[in-house]
Structures are given as structure tokens and as C-alpha cells.
């Protein structure tokens, strides 16, 4: 079964303390994408990657930090998390060129006090 | 310009009739345009997408219209059931993975 998995769903964490929310995928696709959802603003993307070791900011990457070193794992990394950045996060996966279907996780949501 | 504005906010449907949710745009490379769908708890889903190469495309209940000139494309949901009732997004990408969306519609349909 094709699968977008993330880790964890739910995180409680303090300011300044650094995290990393995980999204791992089993379809062998090469496009993964980071957004986060907040009420009002829908979804906006952090980062995406392209393929291994190929990534790009998307339109709010400040305070984030993304990483792709194997092709089913794409690491969303926040060195110093600030009570702005609490949001419900998604990864998404898709193929091909970017008029393919973009697969999403079921979310991850963080709450930094 | 880099915006997809979308309207309304939220929408209130009887069971069986159209459900209509507009979307805006001004980057005129945008040139891929789909809407998602989303349930409570989970995340969004691909409905039904187009390019604008056509001006309207139908899959079962859902149809986008798609107006190059006015830079606008709604969806259209017709036959509303309450199960179509969740969170829409438009969304528009230049091609390039990157991927712009609207801030969602909250659709409720009354049985």
C-alpha cells in the first residue's frame, strides 16, 4: 500500500528546543514537498525537493531547515522553534513533473509553548 | 502576484444542490491548477485538476471551469451530498513544484 508516513503526529515542545519532524514515503516517487496549514492562511509550502540531495524554499522556509539524503526520507528540521511556528505541518510526494498528484501525509501537529 | 485568493470563506449547501467555490489568480506563468479536498484529521486529497489549455473538465459530480482572460477558475459540485461536506482548496503551480494555495472553503451540506 502507498504510503506518505510522518513522525510524530503530535508534539508539545518548549522554545529554542531544537526538533525534527519526519515524513518517510514507500512509492519510490522523487518529489517531496513540506507545507504548513494555519487557520485563514491555508496551506502554504515550506520546502521541496526535487530529488536526492536537490532541495528549494518555498514561499516560508525562514526558520526552517530540510534535508534529503536518501529518497524516501525528507526531514524537516527546526533548530529553534518559536510559538509562530505553531501549525499543523504536511509532507506531500508526487512523480514526474509537477502536473502529477501530490500524495499527502496525515499531518503532524505542533504546538511550541 | 504570487496570491490564489479564494471565496467564500465558508459555504452552507442543501442536499442536492450546487456548491460553487471560486479562485483567483494574477501570476499569468501559472500554468497547473487543482483542487483538493479535506476531510477532519486527515490530509488534503487531489479532486480534480486542470491546465489552461481547456476551459472547463468534469469528473463525475465535480467540474472546474477555468477563464484564462479573467484569471479565475471555480469548482463546481454538483448534487451536493452531506459526504462532500469538508475543507476545499484551490491551488496553482508555474510548473515548477512550486505550488501556490488558497486559503480554503469550508463546505457543510445539509442533509
Known amino acids: 500500500e502507498a504510503q506518505v508516513t510522518q513522525n510524530p503526529r503530535y508534539l508539545i515542545t518548549v522554545t529554542g528546543k531544537k526538533l525534527t519532524v519526519t515524513c518517510s514515503q514507500n512509492?519510490?516517487?522523487?518529489?517531496m514537498s513540506w507545507y504548513r496549514q494555519d487557520p485563514g492562511l491555508g496551506l502554504r509550502q515550506i520546502y521541496y525537493s526535487m530529488n536526492v540531495e536537490v532541495t528549494d524554499k518555498g514561499d516560508v522556509p525562514e526558520g526552517y531547515k530540510v534535508s534529503r539524503k536518501e529518497k524516501r526520507n525528507f526531514p524537516l528540521i527546526l533548530e529553534s522553534p518559536s510559538p509562530n511556528q505553531t501549525s499543523l505541518y504536511f509532507c506531500?510526494?508526487?512523480?514526474?513533473?509537477?502536473?502529477?498528484?501530490?500524495?499527502f501525509g496525515p499531518g503532524t501537529r505542533l504546538t511550541v509553548l | 502576484q504570487q496570491q490564489v485568493k479564494q471565496s467564500p470563506q465558508s459555504l452552507i449547501v442543501q442536499k442536492g444542490g450546487i456548491s460553487i467555490i471560486n479562485c483567483a489568480y494574477e501570476n499569468t506563468a501559472f500554468d497547473y491548477f487543482p483542487w483538493y479536498q479535506q476531510f477532519p484529521g486527515k490530509g488534503p486529497a487531489l479532486l480534480i485538476a486542470i491546465r489552461p489549455d481547456v476551459s472547463e473538465k468534469k469528473e463525475g459530480r465535480f467540474t472546474i471551469s477555468f477563464n484564462k482572460s479573467a484569471k479565475q477558475f471555480s469548482l463546481h459540485i454538483m448534487d451536493s451530498q452531506p459526504g462532500d461536506s469538508a475543507t476545499y482548496f484551490c491551488?496553482?503551480?508555474?510548473?515548477?513544484?512550486?505550488?501556490?494555495f488558497g486559503t480554503g472553503t469550508r463546505l457543510k451540506v445539509l442533509a
Open positions: 512509492m519510490n516517487h522523487e518529489y
Open positions: 491551488a496553482a503551480s508555474p510548473g515548477t513544484y512550486k505550488y501556490i
Open positions: 506531500a510526494v508526487s512523480w514526474g513533473d509537477s502536473y502529477n498528484e501530490q500524495f
